[in-house]
């Protein structure tokens, strides 16, 4: 097994109350991954379930995908900052004006936490894009708003793995991609419409990979996530 490997990978916490999800993250502890908060973790437990999971030594990605107006949004992210995580994201629909508000809400202590800003969500495909009036293809959109994240000074951008590679061209090799849409060979797609295996995603550059259901639905996830890493360590050099 692979630590650097290992804290490549983010395990999401897609689980339905705190006691459920901190039972399985003391499965993890030792290992090198992050975990992901999402809205459903977050709005039934709160601020607390951030707290507990820095007390088993996890680096917490909170995915609440901040967007609104750019004031509302900069003081959430200083909330998230206040909460001492890792990473944090918003909606870079939500325009120039609020990613640079977001930005600069983090200021640029060594500690602050990482700020990504998701693209186009990997359960969209072009039809549905097309509906809410985007006439982009899925991956021109991506790039377009990566770019307009990079400019924001964002660290990266939330990107399905199939648009890694065009995101790296865009803004270069240092701007970091958060891909969700990753699935081991054989494992159900569930509700995602773009996705990649682990091994093909890191081999086309992605940073982070967002794994939810093959590690916390696993017998064994311990062993699922060194499976995956070894998966990830023995994937072509970028």
């Avoid at 072009?126 to 994240?149: C, H, T």
Wanted: proline share 5%.
């Amino acid at each position: 097994m692979s630590v650097d490997a290992e804290r490549t990978i983010i395990v999401a916490l897609d689980f339905a109350d705190g006691r459920e999800a901190l039972a399985f993250a003391d499965q993890l502890r030792g290992t090198g991954c992050a975990v992901k908060v999402g809205k459903e973790l977050f709005t039934r437990e709160g601020p607390a379930i951030c707290r507990a999971l820095h007390e088993r030594g996890l680096r917490v990605f909170l995915d609440l995908k901040f967007h609104d107006i750019p004031n509302t949004v900069a003081a959430a992210c200083r909330a998230a900052a206040d909460l001492g995580v890792w990473m944090v994201n918003v909606h870079a629909s939500g325009g120039r004006e609020m990613l640079e508000a977001a930005r600069a809400a983090l200021g640029d202590g060594p500690a602050r936490p990482l700020l990504v800003a998701v693209t186009v969500l990997t359960s969209l495909d072009a039809v549905q894009l097309n509906e809410v009036g985007v006439a982009a293809s899925p991956a021109a959109q991506v790039v377009r708003l990566a770019q307009l994240a990079a400019a924001a000074g964002l660290d990266g951008v939330v990107c399905s793995p199939q648009e890694i590679v065009l995101v790296k061209a865009a803004c270069g090799a240092g701007f970091l991609t958060v891909t969700p849409g990753v699935r081991p060979a054989g494992s159900a797609q569930d509700d995602q419409q773009r996705i990649a295996t682990p091994a093909a995603a890191r081999a086309a550059g992605g940073d982070y990979l967002v794994i939810g259901r093959p590690i916390t639905r696993a017998a064994e996830p311990r062993l699922a996530l060194g499976a995956i890493a070894a998966e990830i360590a023995a994937a072509p050099a970028v």
